[in-house]
């Protein structure tokens, strides 16, 4: 059974960089078949995608925080990690990891899917 | 703001059939699959619905999706106890970025 299970500091202070890590057990990020995803939920709001990447290092990123966003992947050690630069409070937030499925359209296309399974989440406060 | 819009509530007693709408644009919805997670109390997003109205094995076939336009709703019949949670909608926008409802809390009376 696949299992996402995310580490890193609960405290960032203010212009400083968030960094998470993410590993994964029960399966290989090497698979041609998934992305790995972050997405965050601040407390008591809903949730905002991140950014995906390929086990290839392919990635996408959400264009609102592309310019402070680095997400990596690590195959030797099945992880993936993320990089958020120049934090705020608004950045203040529960941080998941999840599987990110790949489907082919009708025309051909390579798109992504759902996100499953999650891993249960990090709570990282930004503050001094 | 969320770019998809969720009600922020809704409610039901057991075993009645409820549904949560999802609206969105032509840029997400309209032309793209919805999907939508659910969110127990104190626990991490869970996949339920997956490309409109497919269900992941294990989802009892009480939860459903559908789509027309650029909304989209989910229906849960035979409302139980334990689906109390919040409910979110996602989509992929054109835009390049997914996108997701700002949720629904889902109360059982």
């Known amino acids: 059974q696949l299992q996402l299970q995310e580490s890193g500091p609960g405290l960032v202070k203010p212009s400083e960089t968030l960094s998470l890590t993410c590993t994964v057990s029960?399966?290989?990020?090497?698979?041609?078949?998934?992305?790995w995803g972050w997405i965050r939920q601040p407390p008591g709001k809903g949730l905002e995608w991140i950014g995906s990447i390929y086990y290839s290092g392919s990635t996408y990123y959400n264009p609102s925080l592309k310019s402070r966003v680095t997400i990596s992947v690590d195959t030797s050690k099945n992880q993936f990690s993320l990089k958020l630069s120049s934090v705020t409070a608004a950045d203040t937030a529960v941080y998941y990891c999840?599987?990110?499925?790949?489907?082919?359209?009708?025309?051909?296309?390579?798109?992504?899917?759902?996100?499953?399974?999650w891993g249960q989440g990090t709570l990282v406060t930004v503050s001094s | 703001q969320s770019v998809l819009t969720q009600p922020p509530s809704a409610s039901g007693t057991p075993g009645q059939r409820v549904t949560i709408s999802c609206s969105g644009s032509?840029?997400?919805?309209?032309?793209?699959?919805v999907y939508w997670y659910q969110q127990l109390p104190g626990t991490a997003p869970k996949l339920l619905i997956y490309r409109n109205n497919q269900r992941p094995s294990g989802v009892p076939d009480r939860f459903s999706g559908s789509k027309s336009g650029t909304s989209a709703s989910l229906a849960i019949s035979g409302l139980r106890s334990e689906d109390e949670a919040d409910y979110y909608c996602a989509a992929w926008d054109d835009s390049l970025s997914w996108v997701f409802g700002g949720g629904t809390k889902l109360t059982v009376l």
């Open positions: 029960g399966g290989s990020i090497s698979s041609s078949s998934y992305y």
């Open positions: 999840a599987r990110h499925g790949i489907m082919i359209t009708f025309g051909g296309v390579i798109a992504l899917d759902w996100f499953d399974p």
């Open positions: 032509s840029s997400n919805i309209g032309s793209n699959y």
